[in-house]
């Protein structure tokens, strides 16, 4: 027995393989293959197993054939199994999954599919998506493949607006295969057609040339400036319902919105028992198509914005942010950018790479068309998060976003930073209405408006709330 005890730990309990200075057991091998280290005598990063001048070393220094390659490529990498890597494995299934029956080859359609998942960056996650979705996403695409269903936006309209088929969705898109398109509107249209599928028909056309004419198209604007979020299109449902309850409110007082008076939209604020805001904008719909112009709301004056989070408390927040590694990582960069240079979490999660420069000595970050060199610590927290951006998903993630989203070719949705920050208790919004006052009150106007992204006027408005008067600046700067 003690001819059979691995090397690596004593063992005899499991079966083992013979190396040429002694066996390993299956355990220590696993646990070799799958944790590469550094080797050293050449510096390579592979499994370390052989025995080279009493120093464990790779099966090259050793001048030993690996028993840790993969038998079809020859590389170490990527380990799954005994006798294959997962790329190879991928390969396999995928060739498969996609393969044209009429050809025998990957569909041509689908290829950019097959070469996305194949050199992704960690290829046993695409195992695990076929295995763990076979009669979704895998399925479809197994039928693409044979020409059973269409490749289109069009099949996927009729099917579930789901986590699986939205991820497939995504990933044809991003690769090229399909057209761009916007999840939020996609999922908002069966919606429409749901909360007004009960009302008369007349009442119904009215609600849906307000949801596609008015709300719809504000929709797409925002998402061709790519700043569409969760809360424009939570405020997007909002302004629909809002329109369905003011016409049933009509419908009890023998009124409809082409004869409604401006008595019965006073009578309907008293009933809701809340201010006219954004969300009654089916009035000003209802004026600007000549529907009903008897209807007006009243300007609400604006008020100046209030700051309710103090400097101590916004500090304390920066200083947790930087030093608890409990959070994840991009949740702490994304809060301190707004904590420390105002920036909103919509734009936080737009940001590219390229807006980031990386040296020894500094990092700097550009928000407009300042760089602006990072403080220590967070310095560090966008150097570790650069290297390693997150889990790695089934597809590439070399997408040219700073902060990568679960879908491929998206970037990180807002609610992902703010609900983490929330639930610790701090407030993005608030915060950022904090910190905008404290850069207001040290940085002129013009100065702050360049290196933070916002307007001039509004800069000036927060140097006026912050008690600051820099309209000489301007010229002690030309003097």
């Not at 220590?28 to 499994?47: F, K, N």
């Not at 994840?328 to 909103?344: D, E, H, N, S």
């Not at 310095?379 to 650069?386: A, F, G, S």
Request: aromatic share 6%; with cysteine; net charge positive.
């Amino acid at each position: 027995m003690k001819d059979r005890a691995c090397f690596d730990c004593g063992g005899t309990r499991y079966a083992h393989t013979r190396l040429p200075h002694g066996p390993i057991c299956t355990a220590c091998r696993r646990r070799r293959h799958y944790h590469h280290e550094s080797c050293p005598a050449c510096g390579a990063v592979r499994p370390l197993a052989y025995l080279a001048d009493e120093l464990i070393v790779c099966a090259s220094c050793a001048g030993a054939t690996s028993i840790f390659a993969c038998d079809t490529c020859g590389r170490e990498d990527h380990p799954y199994g005994a006798k294959r890597c997962a790329r190879c494995t991928l390969r396999e299934r995928l060739t498969d999954l996609l393969a044209d029956p009429t050809t025998g080859q990957i569909h041509t359609r689908l290829q950019p599919v097959f070469d996305e998942l194949v050199e992704s960056e960690r290829p046993q996650s695409g195992i695990w998506w076929l295995r763990k979705n076979p009669g979704t996403g895998p399925r479809l695409l197994r039928q693409m493949a044979r020409g059973e269903i269409q490749i289109s936006h069009e099949t996927f309209r009729e099917l579930p607006s789901d986590r699986a088929h939205d991820y497939l969705r995504t990933l044809l898109t991003a690769v090229g295969v399909l057209e761009p398109f916007e999840i939020r509107i996609e999922r908002i249209l069966p919606w429409i057609e749901k909360v007004t599928a009960d009302l008369p028909a007349e009442q119904a056309a009215l609600i849906q040339r307000f949801a596609h004419w008015h709300v719809l198209r504000h929709m797409r604007t925002a998402a061709r400036e790519d700043r569409l979020t969760q809360t424009i299109t939570d405020a997007s449902r909002r302004r629909i319902r809002v329109a369905i309850d003011f016409v049933a409110f009509l419908e009890t007082c023998g009124a409809s919105p082409a004869t409604a008076t401006q008595d019965l939209l006073e009578r309907y604020q008293e009933h809701t028992g809340t201010a006219f805001s954004h969300e009654h904008a089916f009035i000003v719909w209802l004026r600007d198509t000549r529907i009903n112009t008897r209807l007006s709301i009243p300007a609400i004056a604006r008020l100046a914005p209030t700051v309710t989070v103090s400097d101590e408390q916004r500090w304390a927040a920066v200083d947790r942010l930087l030093h608890d590694d409990s959070l994840r990582r991009y949740v702490r960069i994304g809060g301190l950018l707004t904590l420390l240079f105002a920036q909103p979490l919509s734009r936080i999660v737009t940001m590219r790479t390229s807006q980031t420069a990386v040296t020894d000595q500094a990092v700097h970050v550009t928000f407009n068309t300042t760089a602006v060199q990072m403080p220590p610590l967070l310095d560090d927290l966008i150097r570790q998060h650069l290297q390693h951006r997150g889990k790695s998903l089934y597809a590439s993630r070399e997408t040219g976003w700073l902060f990568p989203g679960g879908n491929p070719g998206r970037h990180l949705s807002t609610e992902a930073i703010r609900s983490q920050l929330v639930a610790i208790g701090i407030k993005p919004y608030e915060n950022r209405k904090a910190t905008l006052f404290c850069l207001a009150g040290d940085i002129p106007a013009p100065v702050l408006a360049d290196l933070i992204g916002i307007t001039h006027s509004n800069a000036a408005a927060w140097a006026g709330l912050a008690a600051r008067d820099w309209t000489d600046y301007i010229a002690e700067r030309s003097r």
